[in-house]
């Protein structure tokens, strides 16, 4: 067994790999890669002016010559700069740096094969690059129940700090963009909902801000820059509706109570209005002329409706306690958790007419712990129960 320093390992060291006459480090402390004889003797630098942190992932491989690694990226007050991550090169004995894939999100682990193809992990995916050109060879939904929203061609998922992609025929998930800006990681930040109009991508986060981005990808935009909350929690279902002109979402009440209220913006982004903000809103729907709410809180709740061009509220239903609300081009359908629970449907043009109960109770459901979810298409309604794990369908004829 030999004894003694090899060398001097200056400042933090990240990653290591060998040959059979240097061992090669990530110096984190100094930002550089540095190299020492197995036998001892002098420290020689590389390469220097990574963006290595201690608290993230970064790999360090030797193969054929060439030294690979990654850095996690740039840092800005609590949280990783979205994009900000690398891969590089430079020839073991030094030379020139080379980036060979720029743009990652906290590129992590990574191996080279024989060939030179380099495969790397990053916060979302595994990718390789050979001849010149990257893709994503395996990725996935990290997110419990994520929100989703399709159209003829893919489903977009809202999935923590990502927007991802997936051909409807299936496919690999790519991230389409990111969901909050330029950050990753930042916990204050909470996703809602997402929608598509077959144009663009559209979801909420708590912060209380709309946000868009081309089905092809590209920049994402801010719709209500000015409309700002702060991190502020609504109690109720978090909702994004859009039709061909404008966007609906659940944002907090302004009453003081527990509730929500509904605001709207132009897809195109403009001035934001407020259609509805009541105590113990629960949820809305949206048929491109009236807005239907449903309220908690008196006998045990209530629906009502409104123009989407303002006016007063209108009774639909009363002596209901609704979870999640739906509509259709005739009716508005409801999951109900009081003691007569089920799936209950009300004709739009009744005022406060008689309720048809689609599906009867108990249902397996409780709105404190996990909301389920309700959609009607024509002839079926389906609806879930998370607690049981169920997907059920009741026809609606």
């Known amino acids: 067994m030999r004894s003694g320093r090899a060398g001097v390992a200056a400042g933090i060291v990240r990653g290591i790999s060998a040959d059979d006459s240097l061992v090669y480090w990530m110096d984190v402390g100094n930002a550089a890669i540095r190299s020492v004889p197995i036998a001892g003797g002098g420290v020689t630098t590389i390469a220097t002016g990574l963006n290595v942190d201690l608290n993230r992932p970064s790999t360090l491989v030797l193969s054929a010559g060439t030294l690979y690694w990654t850095e996690s990226g740039t840092t800005a007050g609590c949280c990783l700069v979205a994009g900000s991550g690398v891969v590089r090169s430079a020839p073991a004995g030094g030379g020139l740096v080379t980036t060979l894939q720029a743009g990652l999100d906290e590129p992590g682990g990574l191996a080279v094969d024989d060939a030179g193809n380099v495969v790397w992990t990053e916060a979302w995916r595994v990718a390789r690059l050979a001849s010149g050109n990257s893709r994503t060879i395996a990725s996935g939904i990290a997110t419990r129940m994520a929100r989703i929203a399709v159209d003829d061609a893919n489903v977009y998922v809202l999935d923590g700090d990502y927007i991802k992609r997936v051909p409807i025929t299936g496919g690999i998930p790519e991230r389409l963009t990111w969901s909050h800006g330029t950050?990753?990681?930042?916990?204050?930040?909470?996703?809602?909902?997402?929608?598509?109009?077959?144009?663009?991508?559209?979801?909420?986060?708590?912060?209380?801000?709309?946000?868009?981005?081309?089905?092809?990808?590209?920049?994402?935009?801010?719709?209500?820059?000015?409309?700002?909350?702060?991190?502020?929690?609504?109690?109720?279902?978090?909702?994004?509706?859009?039709?061909?002109?404008?966007?609906?979402?659940?944002?907090?009440?302004?009453?003081?109570?527990?509730?929500?209220?509904?605001?709207?913006?132009?897809?195109?982004?403009?001035?934001?209005?407020?259609?509805?903000?009541?105590?113990?809103?629960?949820?809305?729907?949206?048929?491109?002329?009236?807005?239907?709410?449903?309220?908690?809180?008196?006998?045990?709740?209530?629906?009502?409706?409104?123009?989407?061009?303002?006016?007063?509220?209108?009774?639909?239903?009363?002596?209901?306690?609704?979870?999640?609300?739906?509509?259709?081009?005739?009716?508005?359908?409801?999951?109900?958790?009081?003691?007569?629970?089920?799936?209950?449907?009300?004709?739009?043009?009744?005022?406060?007419?008689?309720?048809?109960?689609?599906?009867?109770?108990?249902?397996?459901?409780?709105?404190?712990?996990?909301?389920?979810?309700?959609l009607v298409v024509p002839g079926t309604v389906f609806f879930s129960q998370a607690a049981d794990g169920a997907l059920i369908a009741v026809p609606n004829n």
């Open 183 to 374: 950050s990753l990681g930042d916990i204050s930040v909470v996703n809602q909902d997402i929608v598509t109009d077959g144009s663009n991508v559209y979801w909420t986060t708590l912060s209380g801000l709309v946000h868009s981005v081309p089905v092809s990808g590209g920049t994402s935009v801010v719709l209500n820059p000015n409309d700002a909350t702060g991190f502020s929690l609504p109690e109720c279902y978090w909702r994004l509706v859009v039709d061909h002109q404008n966007l609906y979402w659940s944002a907090p009440t302004s009453t003081g109570g527990i509730g929500c209220s509904v605001k709207t913006v132009p897809v195109s982004g403009g001035d934001v209005r407020t259609l509805v903000d009541v105590p113990y809103l629960e949820d809305f729907a949206v048929d491109g002329t009236r807005l239907y709410y449903a309220e908690l809180g008196t006998n045990p709740g209530s629906i009502e409706t409104v123009p989407l061009a303002g006016g007063s509220p209108s009774l639909v239903a009363s002596n209901v306690a609704v979870d999640v609300l739906a509509q259709d081009d005739r009716n508005v359908y409801w999951l109900d958790f009081s003691s007569s629970s089920g799936i209950y449907a009300i004709a739009k043009n009744g005022a406060n007419g008689s309720q048809t109960r689609l599906f009867p109770g108990p249902l397996d459901t409780d709105p404190s712990l996990e909301h389920d979810a309700l």
